[in-house]
């Protein structure tokens, strides 16, 4: 390693430490979905060691750039809820791999940035490179300023027909090889390329030659690679188009060019291995009332809050088959929509839902549980909303948990039972249990049937995560002898990442006294050499 080389290295690495300890390991691990990482506090309560670690690790990994002499951890796998007729998958990688990850990403981007469409033609909006130093991504660009360009352009060319559609499972799907060759076709440094294949043929459990980890900066990094080429043609086509990641708006002169439109992109995109979500592809003309339509919950996982001030202000449903979001975060409603929500009558409400389109089915969800939670508080309408579409439970008991206070002891009593009466719970697939574990695990709700029944049925050779995460929000509800199970028998048989966790859990729970958490705490922390458990 030469010093410019050195220097290269040692700047990326900061970076991507920097940008971690600001912004976290990922996305897709938080509230309300998950618990949000514990590692991060450790490392936030250990900055300078953290740095310390982080920066030899990863440079010492750098130089090496073989697995064989410095290893990284596995990518940990689970489901999350997609939409109420499907899931994703999702990977939880170590921190100290996503500095690894990233750093090498970091190195790449400004290649990947140098060959992309221009920023100044305001076409791709997704991650771009930042011109500041201390900064990753330029953060005036993002999904809030594709949603407004898409809309001007809307806005501009009324009679016109605008194509709208995105990638199937784009990050899951695209090839390692073909990544391969993108980064080196435009120059980047064949040993980093080659350590990026490696690593993500790792990632993939069983060597499989495709798939990104999903939530991670440096798999973002990474993507626009694969897109650059298409982006290209697709200008060279003469289309007019905006992208965020890889979701796409065209503008047609006519519906036979939308489609002609379409049609490029799908042959362009199977030459990569890629594919149209046709569930979320839609062609409609331009009209004097017309409005852009939003694009999938899923998407809105941008560093900057989303300008609600981009959607175009004239009015038109744009039916867009299978549009597939549920809400999952409950905000509180303002003075003025306060005020309104109390204006209303249940007849109102109950009209609004049960006349819902599949474009603002969710609005009315929400509209129902603020209704309920600020107006009625009639159990029936969250008994109403499960029994149409189970997804309404992640927004309903995320409402519950942070509006408990609007309820007395009767009230909290009867929505439990309701809800624990409104589905068959012990049969859900596990992404379904998060927030009935979170909303039985509170105070104002507690209910450790479930909790406990979990406990005794979790097989070890089950999802990782899920236990994890489980073990987070649903601790309080074991009692001192599964507790003690957790610290004697079941620590040393599951992986550090849980490690963490257990141990967290036990120094925490009340129902062990001093005398009896004392020990425990030590054996486990002299039985681990992880870092995090190191530094608690």
Known sequence: MDLHEYQRYKAAIRLAIDHVIENGSDDIFQMPIFSGPIEHDIIKANEQEFRKTAYAGTLEFLKRADLR???????????????????????????FDIIKYLSVAVLLFEKVESSRVEKARNIVHSHRRSDDHGKIFDRSYGYGTFRKEAGRIARENPGK??????????????????????LLDIGCDRKLVILVREMLLYWSGDRRSFGLPVGSDGSRILSEAVLIDIDRKLIECGFRFVRYVDDFRFLADSQSQAHHQLLVLTELLAEEGLALNASKTGVSKITEDFETALVDEDLQKEHEPIDESAVVERRVQIRVSGRSTYSKRFEKPGVEALRKLKKLSKEEVLNAFLNSSDLDFESNVKLVVKYFVYVSQEVSLLEMLISTRKTTIFYICDALVKEADKFDDDKRREVVKAIEEAESWSDAAYPYLMPLLRLFAHEGYRNDALARAVFDNHKLEGNMIFFREYLMVAYSSLDRQRMRKLAIDLFGLVPDFVQRVIYLVVERHKKLSEDERRPLLKNMKQSSMDWFLVQK
């Open 69 to 95: 002499q410095v290893q990284i951890g596995p990518a940990r796998r689970s489901l999350v809820v997609r939409n109420y007729k499907s899931f994703r998958q999702v990977s939880w990688l170590d921190p």
């Open 161 to 182: 027909w605008l194509v709208s559609t995105d990638i199937s499972n784009f990050f899951d799907r695209i090839g390692n090889h073909s990544l391969e060759n993108h």
